[in-house]
């Protein structure tokens, strides 16, 4: 049902029922209509709704109970005036269905009540202006005329009431002047006025302005339903400065016909050319008194044809031409020679003859009388022709060679195949290289054999290693020696007696020993030198099993390229070893260090290679006499 609702309250203030024969007559003083203050009406969606109706009976003058089927009615609509007249939007006849139609009037409990009456107003496309006021009209059912007869007191006006109810306009329409207009309709309400209906009822209204006149406003025209006045038709024609009356028509140029029509504005026509493709090439072209241009005329003279502009010689002396169809010809009259007649020459083609010219070559530098021949370079060859060289350049071809590659000579323009050579009853192609001996190398060019020798410097090995010729080298090498095997006997620390040695030092995160290893070997050896050739680690224990902490390299880079001497025992000297002090407590705990000696991973010693050989000695741990924390 509707989304609003409102009750229907019919007061009749002195409602008196009472008898004429047959027939029951209802008398009501007044009619009251109460509606929600929220109550509105949306005009593009319609509405739905119930009311209810509530008659009171006053003094009544019969006890006549009113009873039967189909007794009332209810009409209602919706409209512009306050009293319900004028036209309607909505009307229903009947609102009451049929048991509400058929309640009964009865004198107690002095009330005549009837609820949830239905009305429905569809979306309709009228203006709120129409819809201001909801009315109801409540009378007998025209079929029930005879045996109920409802009047209002002091006349019938009474028994409609009608209250002012909001509006919402409908989006779709746009009402103009009390007339209702769809989205985009059109409309004009004056000649210079041109309207719109747009969405949401809005209107839209273009003005015309009018241009100025170019006649006398006194003059203008003013026509029904237009909206701007215009000028009378004009008498002539105004073009590039000349006049020209109605009707008149003339040629500006070849190309261009003009005329004046009655508009007073002169309309000309531009003659279009068309691209002409004329036979032999020849070219277009324009004759006097035409627009476009056309194909010449071809010449006919003594049996043959000639196009356009095209020469010919008659004689040698005697030169026609052709123009657009006709042919005009000349005799050459010759000059005199200043020259002897060996040294006149006549072209081809030429009528008379010319003093021979000398030829300059900017290539050599010389100059050359008619006639003459010259090589410019080893491929060209030049002669002089009336002071014009010409030259003929030789084309080479790529020599076929069988297995052998092509050689350029300096006395010959063109490459040819290069000689074998003949080495020690060898046969060798051209640029062919080889190898005699390791120290030997010789090339073919052309026929000719050239060898390169190379010579070795002086060597001299060193200890333990030896001269040795290796196979397709030409000098000799050092060999690599056999490697020096190294075995410790003996690895041992020694605390100098210095001040602070002995001591495990804590500072801070650090535990600080100064040692001195000492390196004892199996064998004695000699002067071993290089770099970065030993390693020692160390690492604090505290059983001499255990590791604390680890360093991997405890010697810096002079001490770990210390050479060993003609002695068994090496002393690696002073060096202070910071471990981690974590987990080092001093007090109750005796520490060892510990070290184990050993190569490198890239020793490089002088003139030998080394090699040190797995022993038990390689390690060694010695206690610490003494542990203290320096804060």
Known sequence: MAAGCFTLAILLTSL????????????????????????????????????GMDVKIYKPNSDKKITGPNRWQVS???????????????????????????????????????TGIDYSLAPTRQSCESVLFFCIRFDEVPASAG???????????????????????????????????????EWSPDPCVACECLRGGLIACDITTCTDLLCDPADAIYSPGVCCPTCPPPSSCDYQGDTFDIGAKWTPDVCT????????????????????????????????????????????FESGVYFHLEEW????????????????CQTETCPFLDCDDTEQVTGVGQCC????????????????????TWMRDICTTCWCTNGTDECFAEVCEAPRCENRLVVVRPDVCCPLCGGECVFEGAPFFHLEQWNPNPCTQCSCYDSESNCDV????????????????????????????DPVRLRPTKVKIKFKQRRGEGLLKIRNESAIVTIAPIIRFENEQYNISGSNMWQVSAWLSDNGVNQISRVDQILSDYQASKPMVSYNRMNLGRTKVSFSARGIRCGGQNYFVCIRFDLTGNPLAD??????ESSPFQEFCEPIPRCIVRL
């Open 16 to 51: 008196v029922v009472f008898r004429a024969g047959a027939q029951d007559i209802l008398s009501a003083r007044g009619v009251t209509l109460q509606l929600p203050d929220d109550f509105s009406v949306e005009l593009e969606n319609g509405k739905d709704f119930q009311f």
């Open 76 to 114: 209602a609509w919706f409209g512009a005036a306050a009293d319900g007249s004028g036209p309607k939007v909505g009307v229903v006849e009947q609102t009451l269905d049929a048991r509400q139609s058929s309640t009964p009037f009865a004198k107690k409990p002095g009330r005549f009540t009837v």
């Open 147 to 185: 045996v109920v007869d409802v009047q209002g007191y002091p006349d019938d006006d009474i028994l409609t009431q009608c209250e002012k109810v909001t509006c919402q306009e409908n989006p779709n329409i746009c009402v103009d002047d009390a007339i209702i207009r769809d989205i985009g309709n």
């Open 257 to 300: 016909a003009c005329y004046c029509p009655s508009t007073g504005e002169a309309e000309c026509v531009v003659e279009t050319c068309e691209r002409q493709v004329c036979p032999g090439g020849v070219e277009t072209i324009l004759r006097q008194g035409d627009c476009c241009e056309v194909c010449p005329s071809e010449c006919f």
């Open 313 to 328: 010689r008659v004689a040698d002396c005697t030169t026609c031409s052709c123009d657009d169809g006709t042919a005009e």
């Open 353 to 372: 003859a010319e003093c021979a010219l000398e030829c300059f070559d900017d290539s050599t530098g010389n100059s050359y009388s008619h006639g003459d």
């Open 454 to 481: 190379t010579t070795c410097p002086p060597l001299s090995c060193g200890r333990n290693r030896r001269l040795e010729y290796l196979e397709d080298q030409c000098c000799p090498s050092c060999s690599e020696g």
């Open 607 to 612: 003139d030998v290679s080394l090699f040190l």
